[in-house]
């Protein structure tokens, strides 16, 4: 039946029809898909849990405070020391400041520091809910305005740092698509030593890139879905690179089936029969995984489950439909100049793979736990990897102006009066939660409470960076004391308690979604192989890969690159894409394995499943962990130590995971694998057969 239904997409006359349908779905949704960066929503309080203290003290401080209101600050540094004049210009500044368009309020400052070589002036902008996309313009404009004879001006504060974010992701859809395809297309030559054949791969990459995008730009312009800077830039990595690797398992098949069949309509029925059990598998993993993540409290997480999800689902669609038709279409001149006749033989069998698979046979024991030891070793680096967060200035790769501001105001002695800590409490306790904030250490002097109705607003100013640990100690320190006012209902807010909040989310999101994960990969695996124990094997093999890539990654991020830590997200992503990526290998391996040895014995079909996915599985493999590594171009830290983990994790996990550990475990246990289906008991007169010829040494 699945055969009869590969053959009907790929008849004489269907493959045409499935070009003119994915032809004009491409061109419909073509211009929805650029839509898409204009409905990113980079807002800090956009990633945030409603549950969040932060988030429930932001709906109660609208009374008080415009919550699209964005402090930015103007700071002045001059080494010779500030004169009179300076501070006459900055007084001028300030007045010019006011006239600027989207500014409210008053314009506070400028503020002379005690040692007399800096000063500050706080602008507040307002440009309604989108504020945030206006500021690098408005962040100009302060810059045109602002001079200092014989120093520097730098913005900073939150929409300086808006500003400098935006930079960061600035032109980040048409850098990342040309980058990662660039790299495809290097990889793809070397692959199929053919100057046509890669082109027919990059299409259906386009056409699936397109096609997500059209339909997450709904999702997020008509069904609330977040999309920001990163969840667009993964999508992107995401799309090309998994789409690569179902191009290459169906192009490898289809091209071993031409070797069998004189007609490329029946081989591409084969083919696609054979090989699509494995694409859909594989693309299942991934999609489940993803939406696991729709168990995260934070949105920004939570949103990227459906984004990505969507993405690989139309990706599978695509190769699995408009690759075949494009395959047939084109014939076998297309594999030009190493094209597969009809009868030729199969190189894949005496090839590296076949002779790496022997070198395995001979001691396969001792091949897996000299392997699964060295990676047990690795694993340890992970205890270097600090999820603690990164303060401001070390979120990013390079020193933006907000950051240098940021420095300047510390090194002299300066606070950001932009980052305060926010409480809203009953206002009858108002003055018994002032009086509680006053004794607390790490933040400034709280201004007299701000009553409107029966609520009150006070305000305190952090001394230190909005991102760093000594900020959140005092916002933990400010809940606990104004907590503890009976009946002031007191709850605590601010640019801190947002960072604060969202490194709770991301430390509980870790514990839910890490299991759920796991037990979902379990499940598939065990319906693909219907067995119990190849299952059990591949998870833990893939977790191991997982430790050791952790480990590798923490050692480099912290002697190589020099990072400070790593954000407490960090773990969780890298996570749900090495291990719901990582197994789709494992998933091509074993079902080839599988099939196999239906007709070979367990051990005899692992030998033929390595020599035969070995080539394309490697290839797969070095696309996906480079196009992972694009991420590392957008400066900034989260992404760079995310596409190295990952890249670094699929590495592992195609050269010595699966192509080592795994087959060394199958040739040890033999049918014992498949426990407890039938072909465990198949496949041991076929294993007894061939113990003793597979054990031959390579020649």
């Known amino acids: 039946m699945q055969r009869q239904i590969a053959g009907r997409l790929t008849g004489p006359v269907s493959k045409w029809v499935v070009l003119g349908l994915w032809l004009a779905l491409t061109v419909g949704s073509s211009m929805f898909a650029a839509k898409l960066v204009d409905e990113q929503n980079n807002e800090a309080s956009s990633w945030l849990p409603d549950s969040a203290e932060s988030t429930r003290a932001l709906e109660k401080l ?7 209101s964005i402090p930015t600050v103007v700071v002045y540094s001059k080494e010779s020391g500030l004169t009179q ?22 314009v506070v400052g400028p503020f002379p520091s005690k040692d007399g070589e800096a000063m500050q002036t706080v602008v507040t902008f307002n440009f309604g809910a989108e504020g945030w996309n206006a500021m690098p313009d408005a962040a100009d404009e302060l810059r045109e305005i602002a001079s200092l004879d014989g120093g520097d001006v730098y913005v900073t504060g939150p929409g300086g740092q808006a500003a400098d974010s935006a930079e960061a992701f600035g032109g980040i859809d048409s850098t990342l698509l040309f980058a990662t395809l660039g790299i495809v297309i290097v990889i793809l030559l070397f692959t199929y030593r053919s100057p046509v054949l890669w082109v027919l791969p990059i299409i259906c990459a386009g056409v699936a890139l397109f096609g997500s995008q059209a339909l997450i730009y709904f999702l997020a312009r008509y069904a609330d879905l977040t999309v920001n800077g990163q969840s667009y830039a993964i999508l992107t990595i995401l799309v090309i690179g998994a789409g690569t690797d179902y191009a290459l398992l169906l192009v490898a098949r289809y091209r071993e089936e031409l070797r069998r069949h004189a007609d490329r309509h029946e081989a591409m029925g084969f ?31 939570a949103g990227l489950g459906p984004v990505a999800a969507i993405g690989i689902g139309v990706t599978f669609l695509v190769q699995i439909t408009l690759l075949p038709a494009l395959l047939t279409i084109c014939g076998r001149w297309v594999f030009w100049p190493r094209r597969p006749a009809f009868g030729s033989a199969e190189p894949t069998s005496s090839g590296l793979w076949a002779k790496v698979g022997r070198r395995i046979a001979a001691r396969p024991r001792t091949t897996w736990v000299v392997t699964a030891a060295v990676l047990a070793i690795a694993c340890l680096g992970a205890l270097r990897l600090d999820i603690a967060g990164l303060a401001t200035e070390d979120q990013y790769t390079r020193d933006f102006e907000s950051i240098t501001g940021q420095k300047e105001l510390v090194d002299h002695g300066m606070v950001d009066q932009s980052n305060t800590v926010a409480v809203v409490a009953n206002a009858d306790r108002a003055d018994q939660v002032r009086d509680a904030m006053t004794a607390v250490q ?81 499940v598939i695996l065990m319906v693909l192989l219907r067995a119990l124990v190849s299952p059990i094997i ?156 597979v054990r031959e040494p390579v020649r």
């Open 271 to 301: 083919a696609l029969h054979r090989a699509a059990p494995a694409i859909l598998a594989s693309a299942a993993t991934v999609i489940l995984g993803m939406l696991c993540l729709l168990l995260a409290e934070l949105n920004s997480t």
């Open 538 to 693: 591949l998870v833990a093999t893939v977790v191991l890969s997982f430790g050791a890539a952790m480990g590798i990654s923490a050692l480099l991020f912290e002697f190589v690159f020099g990072f400070a830590g790593s954000d407490p997200g960090f773990p969780l992503f890298a996570f749900v894409f090495l291990v719901a990526l990582g197994i789709d290998y494992n998933i091509f391996l074993m079902t080839r394995v599988r099939e196999e040895t239906q007709v070979r014995g367990t051990r005899q079909g692992s030998l033929v499943a390595l020599s035969s996915t070995g080539g394309v599985i490697t290839s797969a493999g070095l696309v996906l962990a480079a196009t992972f590594l694009v991420l590392a171009t957008i400066p900034v830290v989260f992404l760079v130590e995310l596409g190295v983990a990952v890249a670094l994790g699929v590495i592992l996990d195609t050269m010595i995971v699966r192509s080592v550990l795994v087959t060394a475990i199958n040739l040890d246990l033999g049918d014992r694998i498949w426990w407890p289906s039938r072909l465990a008991v198949r496949g041991r007169e076929a294993d007894a057969e061939v113990v003793d010829r």
């Open 62 to 68: 609208s009374q008080f405070q415009d919550v699209n």
């Open 85 to 106: 004049q300076d501070v006459a210009t900055a007084a001028e500044d300030a007045k010019a400041f006011a006239q600027v368009e989207g500014v409210e309020g008053e």
């Open 442 to 522: 790490g933040i400034e002097e709280p201004a007299e409470p701000v009553v409107i109705d029966d609520l009150a607003l006070v305000e305190a100013v952090i001394d230190t960076d909005v991102a760093a640990p000594a900020s959140f100690e005092a916002v933990r320190d400010v809940r606990e004391a104004t907590h503890a006012v009976e009946g002031a209902d007191a709850l605590v807010g601010g640019g801190s308690a947002f960072y604060l909040d969202t490194q709770e989310a991301s430390a509980r999101d870790n514990r839910v979604i890490i299991p759920s994960i796991l037990a979902m990969v379990l």
